[in-house]
């Protein structure tokens, strides 16, 4: 492997082998990321993942569930050209898609796809403008039928509360950026879930003072 690949969307130097990247943080969350998904969203069958990164989450994910169809993105093209690896070198081109340029900021992308039951983004909406929150929850709300589900996997403010880590992680991504943040969900996410015809469902601790939270297509 070649190391210190620097990624400014991972916030971390991640190894690289042929066009594969291995993320650090991918590498200790995604069993437990796979192991929620199939606990809270056992009867989705076709996603999309938004901000798919080095497309690690999507194959265990996949791995953990083989009924699913899968449509990856990332607006980096070398995010893109890692999940296209990862596809061909676990040989699920059929359950996964090619990666697609998708910037959740964007309205097109909604018009992309139908028949989606579930949107996945996770550890994107800290480390991107809230522009890109508020073009994730409109798209979840225009795409999603009744009943369908949005799930986010990252760390999170509650009500102006979160673990002293995370407070020293909100001050670090504002200080790269003042537009991004940890994002608060009784003040942040789930007034922009009602907004968009959501409603949070259910809100799960993870390991590192992460969560998973489900919201719901009203």
């Known amino acids: 492997m070649n190391e210190d690949i620097n990624n400014p969307i991972t916030l971390e130097p991640c190894e690289m082998l042929d066009e594969r990247l291995f993320s650090p943080s991918a590498g200790r969350n995604k069993g437990f990321i796979a192991e929620a998904f199939g606990a809270l969203m056992s009867d989705c069958r076709n996603i999309i993942e938004i901000a798919s990164g080095t497309g690690e989450h999507a194959i265990a994910i996949c791995k953990a569930r083989p009924d699913l169809h899968y449509f990856p993105s990332d607006p980096d093209p070398q995010s893109r050209r890692s999940i296209e690896a990862w596809r061909h070198h676990e040989n699920m081109q059929e359950q996964i898609a090619a990666p697609v340029d998708i910037d959740s900021r964007r309205n097109d992308w909604i018009e992309i796809f139908d028949d989606i039951d579930a949107i996945v983004c996770i550890n994107m909406i800290h480390i991107a403008p809230f522009a890109a929150c508020e073009g994730l929850f409109k798209g979840a709300g225009t795409l999603l039928p009744a009943g369908g589900r949005l799930f986010l996997y990252g760390p999170f403010m509650q009500d102006g509360q979160t673990a002293p880590s995370n407070l020293e992680f909100d001050r670090s991504l504002k200080s790269r950026n003042p537009e991004w943040g940890v994002r608060d969900i009784e003040r942040e996410l ?11 469902a259910s809100v799960r601790a993870m390991p590192a003072n992460n969560h998973v939270l489900i919201f719901t297509k009203d």
């Open 190 to 200: 789930a007034p922009l879930g009602r907004e968009n015809g959501l409603t949070l």
